[in-house]
């Protein structure tokens, strides 16, 4: 089984500044890794994923993440964040093989301050 | 494409009643899954369709929670009955099989918002 940790629930941050979201995970077998973001009233939108290959892995709005297989951590960043940003931020975790759900952390509520 | 469409958006029932959600997937997609989102949680898996069948309900509370998904398409999430604890974001996600397209990525519709008083 996996399980996934979001070490912050509340991130706030000044507009323009840089932020990380940290996700740490474990897993008895290799997974793929993904960052989902939730707007208000709105589903689950996928930011990002590491599937294989290089682990510098980048996605929409500017967003970027780091795999660290060694660290078992998977840090969403941004060099420069907008209010815009504001939202929810899961990590989620899934067996690499197979057809299986994702399991997701509880999230980091993400405040950008202008 | 379409996305993930979720009915109702909202829904306010009183404890006891009954509920039911409906979700209609991304056309072609042969996975279906219901997630229950509690508020300040992330969500949790709750059944998982492969076509019409149950691929994992392990985490479905049988007593109250009934699903289906009639001709391998639409899904019904059902609540009977409903108690406080019940309160939640209920998020329909669907994904295609592997080897089909990106099976990686699941899309999530826009969820309801069940308040039970």
């Known amino acids: 089984a996996q399980s996934v940790t979001q070490l912050d629930s509340q991130v706030p941050v000044f507009e323009e500044a840089p932020v990380e979201l940290r996700c740490n995970y474990s897993?008895?077998?290799?997974?793929?890794l993904f960052w989902y973001v939730q707007y208000p009233n709105q589903g689950l939108q996928l930011l990002l994923k590491?599937?294989?290959?290089?682990?510098l892995v980048k996605g929409i709005n500017g967003f970027e993440a780091e795999f660290n297989k060694s660290q078992t951590s998977f840090h969403l960043r941004k060099p420069s964040v907008h209010i815009s940003d504001t939202a929810e931020y899961f990590c989620?975790?899934?067996?690499?093989?197979?057809?299986?759900?994702?399991?997701f952390g509880k999230g980091t509520r993400l405040s950008v301050i202008a | 494409e379409a996305g993930v469409a979720q009915s109702p958006r909202y829904k306010i029932i009183e404890k006891r009643q009954s509920v039911a959600f409906w979700c209609n997937p991304i056309?072609?997609?042969?996975?279906l899954y219901w997630y229950q989102q509690i508020l300040g949680q992330g969500p949790k898996l709750l059944i998982q369709?492969?076509?019409?069948?149950?691929?994992?309900d392990s985490q479905l509370p049988k007593d109250r929670f009934s699903a289906e998904r009639l001709k391998g398409v639409d899904s019904t999430l059902k609540i009977q009955p409903a108690k406080l604890e019940d309160s939640a974001v209920y998020l329909c996600?669907?994904?295609?099989?592997?080897?089909?397209?990106?099976?990686?990525?699941?899309?999530f519709g826009p969820g309801t918002r069940l308040t039970v008083t």
């Open positions: 996600a669907s994904s295609h099989l592997p080897g089909q397209g990106s099976r990686y990525e699941q899309y």
């Open positions: 897993s008895s077998v290799s997974v793929y």
């Open positions: 590491y599937l294989s290959g290089s682990t």
């Open positions: 989620a975790v899934r067996e690499n093989s197979g057809n299986t759900p994702l399991v």
């Open positions: 369709f492969q076509n019409n069948g149950v691929v994992d």
């Open positions: 056309s072609g997609h042969a996975t």
